[in-house]
Antibody
Framework: QVQLVESGGGVVQPGRSLRLSCAAS????????MHWVRQAPGKGLEWVAV????????YYADSVKGRFTFSRDNSKNTLYLQMNSLWAEDTAVYYC???????????WGQGTLVTVSS | QSALTQPRSVSGSPGQSVTISCTGT?????????VSWYQHHPGKAPKLMIY???KRPSGVPDRFSGSKSGNTASLTISGLLAEDEADYYC??????????FGGGTKLTVL
């Protein structure tokens, strides 16, 4: 079955960096686009970024553009989200999500919590 | 891109029906037939319930249905069960290769 397992979350000081990973299994990873979606405490879901199945295209929400970089290694079935210049507003649970047809998200991971605090 | 507008909460008794609305703009909900709905039990992974406005993935009960009129999409849950109690989020494609979610609706089964 499809499994998406995020890791790399933790507590980080404002202005510092953090890299999240997402290990995928149970499907042909290289055939699917993937997303990151986040949820701040007590808030709703927010789309963060998408990467094409082959990594050729990436798009970002305005709130993270220029600070976050989305990448993937299809040989390792793994996604990465490099997060730089983190602010308190980036505090959230970050979900790794599989794309379908660039229309919707069909499988979600359990999420990893990122807390930006001094 | 502003979030889509959902009621903060809805409630219903077991066996009843509830409808959750999701209002967007001409740049998202009204412009695309790509509205999806997600069920989220806190602490768990969100689950896809409806995609492309009114399609159900395999395994989702037919008690869940979706529709859209203009810039407002709706999720209707009929024959409410206790297990339906959760947060529900709508989502739509917005500008080129961006997505926007609703603020979420907490469904309480009385």
């Amino acid at each position: 079955q499809v499994q998406l397992v995020e890791s790399g979350g933790g507590v980080v000081q404002p202005g510092r960096s953090l890299r999240l990973s997402c290990a995928a299994s149970g499907f042909t990873f290289r055939n699917y686009g993937m997303h990151w979606v986040r949820q701040a405490p007590g808030k709703g879901l927010e789309w963060v970024a998408v990467i094409w199945y082959d990594g050729s295209n990436k798009y970002y929400a305005d709130s993270v553009k220029g600070r976050f970089t989305f990448s993937r290694d299809n040989s390792k079935n793994t996604l990465y989200l490099q997060m730089n210049s983190l602010w308190a507003e980036d505090t959230a649970v970050y979900y790794c999500v599989r794309d379908r047809s660039v229309h919707y998200f069909d499988f979600w991971g359990q999420g990893t919590l990122v807390t930006v605090s001094s | 891109q502003s979030a889509l507008t959902q009621p903060r909460s809805v409630s219903g008794s077991p066996g009843q029906s509830v409808t959750i609305s999701c209002t967007g703009t001409s740049s998202d909900v009204d412009d695309y037939n790509f509205v999806s709905w997600y069920q989220h039990h806190p602490g768990k992974a969100p689950k896809l319930m409806i995609y492309d406005v009114n399609k159900r993935p395999s395994g989702v009960p037919d008690r869940f249905s979706g529709s859209k009129s203009g810039n407002t999409a709706s999720l209707t849950i009929s024959g409410l069960l206790a297990e339906d109690e959760a947060d529900y989020y709508c989502c739509s494609n917005a500008a080129t290769y961006t997505w926007v979610f609703g603020g979420g609706t907490k469904l309480t089964v009385l």
